[in-house]
């Protein structure tokens, strides 16, 4: 089955998982509590995973969720090919109500994402990118009527044939604009940070981009939107000193690295990896 196929799918699987986010997040009842397991945010969390596995499930490919984290590395070891998704990134954003969260989708083959999707639903914005095609980023609102014909069976994309899905996914790429947008000189070196979770570690990479570049503009943003700002050009670089999971970041070092750009480990410089025994990720740079 084309490759082409399972972008459009894992797209319409982003987009439907956030309109069900958002009828929690914009609820009147809407009120956190972090234990309880029937909370709005563990409710958006459970309903996005369940429609995003409800499109992925017509493959036969197996699926990696932050809410299944439980599979056994035995298991996945042997997985050549597999889904990897966070139905929804950003919790500190969602409970905020900033509405810097997202829904990452990525396809890994041999342990290297492959495919990414990054939807900002509160934002209505998508990013896209694979291997093949590069790196995209589009109104959502814009390419609904392109999804349209689809949205009522989750299985439609899964039966297009490898022709259909050259040009539909055509027709998606000419509604969206490709990556970098605007990797301009014309502007101060740029840093992307977290929002919620500032390290003095990242206060020592600012201050040595001032003494290398004079003048520094740091942006701060939630979920894996700060990937996306490196994909743009908006960022130069994303340096990330904390701790994150493997769900958290594949689907944006997808935009990231079909843009041009490079994510890597932050002591090494090699490539950050996925499927391994402990799905934490180590510290890592995203750079333009």
């Known amino acids: 089955m084309s490759d082409k196929i399972y972008l459009l799918t ?59 984290r439980d599979i056994p590395y035995q298991e996945r070891n042997k997985w050549d090919t597999y889904w990897l998704i966070d139905p929804l ?19 890994i083959h041999q342990n290297k994402p492959i495919d990414g999707v990054v939807y900002v639903p509160d934002r209505d914005t998508l990013y896209f990118a694979s291997t093949e095609i590069g790196s995209y980023k589009a109104d959502a609102h ?84 700060k990937l996306c700002l490196v994909a743009e050009g908006r960022a130069d670089i994303y340096p990330r000193t904390g701790p994150t999971m493997e769900w958290d970041t594949a689907a944006g070092q997808t935009v990231v690295e079909c843009s041009g750009g490079k994510v890597y480990k932050y002591d090494t410089e090699e490539p950050l990896n996925y499927n391994k025994e402990n799905l934490l990720n180590p510290w890592f740079v995203a750079v333009r």
């Open 142 to 225: 814009k390419i609904a009527g392109l999804l349209d014909g689809q949205s009522e069976r989750p299985d439609q994309s899964a039966g297009l044939s490898d022709s259909g899905a050259n040009q539909r996914l055509k027709d998606l790429i000419d509604l969206s604009t490709i990556l970098p947008i605007n990797p301009s000189t014309n502007r101060p070196y740029t840093i992307a940070g977290s929002r919620s979770h500032a390290t003095p570690e990242l206060e020592a990479v600012v201050e040595e981009k001032r003494r290398e570049h004079g003048k520094v503009e740091f942006i701060s943003a939630g979920s894996s939107l």
């Open 89 to 107: 990134d950003g919790t500190k954003e969602f409970i905020k109500k900033n509405g810097e969260f997202t829904v990452n989708i990525a396809m």
């Open 10 to 68: 894992s797209i319409q699987a982003a987009i439907h998982a956030g309109t069900a986010i958002l009828d929690v997040y914009r609820s009147t009842e809407f009120e956190i509590e972090e234990k309880a397991d029937n909370s709005p945010l563990t409710l958006a969390d459970r309903r996005s995973h369940e429609v995003i596995v409800d499109y992925l499930a017509k493959f036969d490919i197996p699926i990696l969720s932050e809410e299944g």
